[in-house]
């Protein structure tokens, strides 16, 4: 069975208190990981560290940081480099989510380059993509997301894409209270999975993990993470309540 994840992003959101009373409100509600399923925070820069040490020891948890920068060092002030995240354990890197190709204008070639650094790494890259609400009112979101992954993944080897976890997020459904239906969410997920198999082969497809990010909550996670090509949700606002994102946990395959 492919890897099942539930993903928080937390975004630019909480003190430094306040998260670390969410992970440990998180922790100390009892819930269990199965082999399979992983659950992976993505939290601000300042609390890498702090959510690191509050999960040592905790079994199928990983911590994530929310963006990279394509260099390994050097006269760049502001940025943070993978070497830096590797160096504090961190894991995985959320790459390509659409607030940061909107409000910071990046590219799928720029995001080429920061996959390839966070690989060279050893980080795994989350690599989002997904459509605004007028690409899929004109119906053209299917050619748009296939272009987002053939601009940024298909100069991967087929071992390099098989380190990668993508998401999937119509922009329309950020925060918006709006969500994909179960069946909506399934529908782009296989084509995306499609798209994966033409180029890599449906073996390969078969092996990455596709996570819905759009408006999950406790109480329609468990539907929506039923359907065959959803392996997980990456979640904003739901996860930033400890008692509903293990709920969201729970509802992992």
């Given at each position: 069975?492919?890897?099942?994840?539930?993903?928080?992003?937390?975004?630019?959101?909480?003190?430094?208190?306040?998260?670390?009373?969410?992970?440990?409100?998180?922790?100390?509600?009892?819930?269990?990981?199965?082999?399979?399923?992983?659950?992976?925070?993505?939290?601000?820069?300042?609390?890498?560290?702090?959510?690191?040490?509050?999960?040592?020891?905790?079994?199928?948890?990983?911590?994530?940081?929310?963006?990279?920068?394509?260099?390994?060092?050097?006269?760049?002030?502001?940025?943070?480099?993978v070497e830096m995240l590797k160096s504090i354990n961190v894991e995985y890197v959320v790459l390509g989510h659409s607030e940061r190709r909107e409000y910071f204008n990046e590219s799928g070639d720029l995001l080429a380059e920061k996959v390839n650094i966070a690989l060279t790494t050893g980080i795994t890259p989350i690599f989002c993509c997904g459509e605004a609400l007028h690409i899929r009112e004109v119906g053209t979101q299917n050619d748009y997301v296939a272009k987002q992954l053939e601009e940024s993944l298909f100069h991967l080897a087929e071992d390099e894409l098989k380190k990668i976890i993508i998401a999937y997020e119509p922009i329309w459904a950020i925060g918006t209270g709006k969500t994909a239906t179960a069946e909506q969410a399934q529908e782009m997920h296989a084509h995306l999975r499609s798209v994966l198999a033409a180029q890599y082969g449906e073996v390969v497809a078969n092996e990455i993990p596709i996570l819905y990010g759009g408006s999950v909550k406790g109480s329609n996670a468990k539907e929506i993470f039923s359907q065959p090509d959803v392996d997980g949700g990456l979640v904003g606002g739901a996860s930033l309540k400890a008692d509903e994102f293990v709920q969201i946990i729970q509802a992992l395959k």
């Open positions: 069975m492919r890897q099942q994840i539930a993903a928080a992003n937390w975004k630019m959101n909480l003190t430094y208190q306040q998260a670390q009373e969410l992970i440990k409100g998180i922790i100390n509600i009892p819930h269990t990981l199965a082999a399979h399923q992983r659950a992976v925070y993505a939290v601000p820069f300042p609390y890498l560290t702090m959510v690191v040490e509050e999960l040592k020891g905790k079994t199928n948890t990983g911590v994530a940081a929310q963006n990279c920068y394509t260099k390994t060092s050097g006269a760049y002030t502001g940025e943070t480099s």
